[in-house]
């Protein structure tokens, strides 16, 4: 039995904001200390972005209000690598934050400069760039950050040391003996921190539901090197733009093939930029803008392209379109889709690739060729990091339902005691022991609306989806101080049908519905503009939708002369 606690002992806790029970928008939150005295270690900063759930909604942010109340108690943010998903909401949150010091490895840091200047003069952030296998003391939390490998350059896992144990955050991570940029996962150090004894792994889940192990990102450059060898015609890739492994492996092809290699994308010049600078490509890769493209015959010619999830405004979207105004492909030429389609693209991915095909555009994607491979670990990896690390607790975090689930039902096969199934949102007490959901904290989603943060509960985005189902009508009335119409109701459309099925203009119906109800209102009722205008609003939406079948939205501007 363990000994009783007090309510001023310190505790190890682990709070979820983002990342779990979802992919994207990854925040996680270490506490130390007294429940009334928590310092807090921020875990990376992460966006998702929008689909057609969120029209208008290019980006999708965490809710920090638990960590907006905690300000004077944060100790620092740490970033563990430079995916959008990790690191992407820095640039709008960190300023609600106060002067919090941000901990980069040097490629990540670089990345972050590089993303905060796009948008004119960088912020002047307190950054302090940690190289890999170094240590800090982070408030009360001896940070190591450990060498793993994934599709991008140093990622690292985070050891979190306490008073109380050692907690080892994995990050984004799979087993890769050459990944051809960063250096493989750094079994040695994993191992000994198994024999030193770790209380507990938070760990990546995202592949959970998969048996076996990743291939390795060498037997892609493999595969794009043939592709790009025998293509008789010009060949466009589209790949993650932070995957720099996948870009060194295209750029080596094309040259292998004495082919010259066109960047089209802004994110690629931004990732090349930082790669240069921090070693991971060669400072003169051989590489042409864009805007050379047209003057290169097409069997000379590796496009590399932005835009592998269908995004609308990338390169390959606009190519697929004939709306790129640099680069065009004909009938024969071959496009490699080097990516895997995050869940939520399918349809968007699915249309450029359509589209590429109509015009007998050979296509080329991970189904039918090894042209990617995943950076997070499948079943056979999780196994082996529980071996080498042996802890006495699991969280899953990372990932959907599924895969969390598939996660902790492994961990629990394997012998692992104490899971902990999380969700963004709830307060795990690590130590001391035992592990266990002691809080929630709110969580939610702030939607970059333009130039905007907006909380995703403010309505807009709803009104939005109702006005893509159903339209709207606008209705403009003018009435006396008596109560009598002046003129007829003017009433506009907005994608609605024109007519019935019997061919009567909707408008007219929704005019007439309009007078129809003013005049059934008393004239000394009439005074009330609210109640007008919410009577001529109910009735021009049941006059529509008995003639149409849907309810649209419908506002009315009310003028009294």
């Known amino acids: 039995m363990s000994a009783k606690r007090n309510r001023n002992d310190p505790e190890l806790v682990f709070v979820p904001l983002g990342g779990v029970g979802e992919i994207g928008m990854n925040l996680y939150l270490y506490g130390y200390g007294p429940p009334s005295d928590r310092e807090w270690l921020i875990v990376d900063m992460g966006i998702t972005f929008g689909g057609d759930y969120e029209p208008g909604i290019d980006v999708i942010l965490p809710d920090i209000s638990f960590l907006e109340g905690e300000r004077q108690n944060i100790v620092g943010l740490l970033l563990t690598h430079a995916h959008e998903d990790h690191f992407g909401a820095v640039a709008d949150l960190w300023p609600r934050l106060g002067d919090v010091t941000i901990y980069a490895t040097p490629f990540t840091a670089a990345m972050l400069s590089l993303k905060l200047s796009e948008n004119g003069p960088s912020k002047n952030l307190p950054l302090e760039i940690v190289a890999m296998g170094s240590h800090r003391t982070i408030g009360p939390f001896e940070i190591e950050l450990v060498s793993m490998s994934h599709s991008i350059p140093e990622p690292s896992a985070v050891i979190i040391k306490t008073p109380l144990g050692t907690v080892l955050h994995s990050g984004d991570w799979k087993l890769d003996a050459n990944p051809l940029t960063s250096a493989p996962t750094d079994e040695p150090r994993l191992r000994a921190l198994g024999e030193e004894g770790l209380a507990a792994l938070i760990c990546d889940s995202t592949n959970a539901v998969r048996e076996g192990v990743s291939p390795s990102e060498a037997d892609v450059a493999v595969t794009l090197a043939r592709l790009i060898r025998e293509a ?268 019935d099925r019997e061919g009567t203009p909707l408008a007219t119906i929704a005019r007439d519905a309009v007078i129809g109800t003013i005049e059934s209102i008393p004239r000394p009722r009439r005074k009330d503009q609210a109640t007008v205008c919410e009577a001529v609003r109910r009735s021009v939406r049941a006059a529509i939708n008995q003639a149409w079948g849907k309810k649209p939205m419908c506002s009315v501007l009310l003028t009294v002369l």
């Not at 932070?242 to 060194?248: E, L, Y």
């Not at 709306?323 to 349809?347: A, M, Q």
């Open 232 to 499: 008789p015609q010009r060949v466009a890739v589209t790949t993650f733009a932070s995957n720099v492994a996948r870009i060194r492996s295209v750029a080596d092809a094309a040259t292998a093939a004495r082919r010259e290699l066109v960047v089209v994308g802004r994110a690629m010049y931004r990732v090349i930029e930082a790669a240069q600078a921090t070693g991971y490509l060669d400072p003169d890769l051989p590489f042409l803008e864009e805007t050379a493209f047209d003057r290169l015959r097409p069997s000379n010619v590796v496009a590399l392209c932005t835009g592998s999830q269908g995004e609308a405004r990338a390169a390959m979207s606009r190519i697929a379109a004939g709306e790129h105004p640099n680069v065009e492909l004909d009938p024969g030429d071959r496009v490699i889709f080097s990516s895997r389609t995050i869940p939520g693209n399918e349809k968007a991915v699915g249309r450029v690739q359509n589209a590429l095909a109509d015009k007998t555009i050979e296509v080329i994607t991970d189904q039918n060729a090894a042209v990617h491979v995943s950076g997070h670990p499948r079943r056979g990896e999780l196994k082996q990091l529980y071996a080498w690390t042996k802890p006495r607790i699991a969280v899953p975090m990372h990932g959907e339902g599924r895969h969390l689930e598939a996660h902790a039902k492994l961990a629990e096969r394997l012998g692992i005691k104490q899971v902990v199934r999380a969700r963004n949102g709830t307060m795990v007490r690590l130590l001391p022991e035992p592990a266990k959901i002691i809080d929630d904290v709110p969580v939610g989603r702030i939607y970059r609306d333009g130039a905007i943060l907006t909380r995703a509960d403010e309505g807009q985005v709803r009104d939005r989806r109702k006005l893509s189902f159903a339209g709207t009508v606008a209705v403009s009335l003018v009435l006396s101080h008596k109560g009598l119409l002046l003129a007829d109701p003017e009433v506009t459309l907005t994608g609605l049908p024109a007519t």
